[in-house]
């Protein structure tokens, strides 16, 4: 890598260049690009809900749920899956807390427990008792689950072993294993080739179905038809259930004008404009104004398309960003750093559009006030700008290792989005040998395998895996997909024994096991920042190497 990616690498580590990151920057940053998506969404909530009676899936489902606590059954329901949940939770939280005796050192505690034997812990395959992931295992669909471990096993069963023994040929032998020069060029590049060859493909596919979505929407408005949901067209308005009918007259009564979304937009976006180059000197000015321009036809084909396939490209529109940005900034003038901010700014503006969409066909449903709801997102919206930073800085300084790989928070996307920006600004200079034919490989082989997806159909497409889902564990390691794995097979036996019950009680399950680990960070945190340390190590050893601290010892 170049002196200058060096330099630039080192400052996307840290993006306020000072020796620890500013939490007020932080939240300064949030608070001025947050509410643009907001904003810019607010006037097309009538033609996606009301016109073009978008489906929206999660939102439509989240709605149905809500709307089935207020009946006699769903209360009652309801109440026992709330039991089970704090009953999960409180086994969670305590399973943490009894874990945290065991890990005064690193490599230390159940978490570094070798399941299949040392040898497959040094691949990264073993179970690392987390609750967190055995709970988001009950979540995700089994096709998920699986496409993970198939991931794991090709790349740390079989590829990174087989790449390793070409050290010294491949790349120099004396190379760092967290080099980019070495074997964690290859990890960190594949898993970029397949992630950039699923995130193409599924940008053009849904893009394109909105354009023809768009296309037939306007065809049968001009031939005076009704507006179709989808490819079909919807039945006549007379007919219109009394449900539909109310729904529309209430979800239309509460107004929210014009002008208050073009002045909040506009305001921000001056204000964003003249702040974010203070806080990113790298950002330009001309830079955030291209991108505030675009960003509102970007938030309304990604809240479109996500009403059509449930499915929010923001990450798409974000890798957009990275290399626009980037490569225009150059790497002289901090474009890894720029393109990385383009992308947080770009990520929040899209992703939030697509939110409120969602909220507001969830509303539509359950009859509630969409001007309530866009207050309630303007007040959630900001809770989030102020609570992510302090949660960010609070693991930050609790957890010296976090971003680091083989750490408990290894945050494998940072690694992968910053190298996404080098690559966007200095091209390919910085991958191994043979680097750049397997990524060319995993980058097309992605695609294949999506477009397999399609053209086989619904039913068979079941059956082949995921490549987004089967790139994260090229970088991160097998654990964790393990662990999902078994909370997939708890799910699996659990339904074969009694379906009634797993369907009704699975979710609140997952989230007790999710939350009450999720939680006990929070002390966990609080322990480390007080430089509380754990008073047990628990490490394994082969028995040759037991032998010899045995004789070390005893000596």
Known sequence: MSEVSAKQSTEANNPFNIKNPSLGWM???????????LFSVVPLRKIMIVDFKLTYPSGTA??????SFHTPQ???LAKKQVKTLAKFFSFSFLWGLFQWFFTAA?????????TFGLKAYENKFYFDFSTTYVGVGMICPYLINISLLLGSILSWG???PLIEERKGQWYPADESPSSLHGLQGYKVFIAIAMILGDGLYNFCKVF?????GLYLQFRSKNEGAVLPVGARPSPPEPSMSFDDQRRSELFLKDQIPIWVSVVGYVGIAIISTITLPHIFHQLKWYHIIVIYIIAPVLAFCNAYGCGLTDWSLASTYGKLAIFTIGSWAGASHGGVLAGLAACGVMMNIVSTASDLTQDFKTGYMTLASPRSMFISQIIGTAMGCLISPCVFWLFYKAFHDLGTQGSAYPAPYALVYRNMSIIGVEGFSALPKNCLTLCYIFFLGAIVINGIRDLVGKNKAKYIPLPMAMAIPFYLGSYFAIDMCIGSLILFVWTKINKAKADAFGSAVASGLICGDGIWTLPSSLLALAGVK???CMKFLSRKDNTRVDNFLNS
Do not use: E, Q
């Not at 939240?27 to 998506?37: E, H, P, Q, Y």
């Not at 690193?106 to 070798?114: E, N, Q, T, V, Y």
């Open 27 to 37: 939240i300064g940053f949030l608070f001025v690009v947050s509410f643009l998506g």
């Open 62 to 67: 989240t709605a149905h749920l809500i709307n």
């Open 74 to 76: 769903g209360a009652k």
């Open 106 to 114: 690193d490599d230390c505690g159940f978490a570094s427990f070798p």
């Open 158 to 160: 079989i590829m990174w």
């Open 208 to 212: 394109g179905r909105t354009l023809y």
């Open 534 to 536: 754990p008073p047990i």
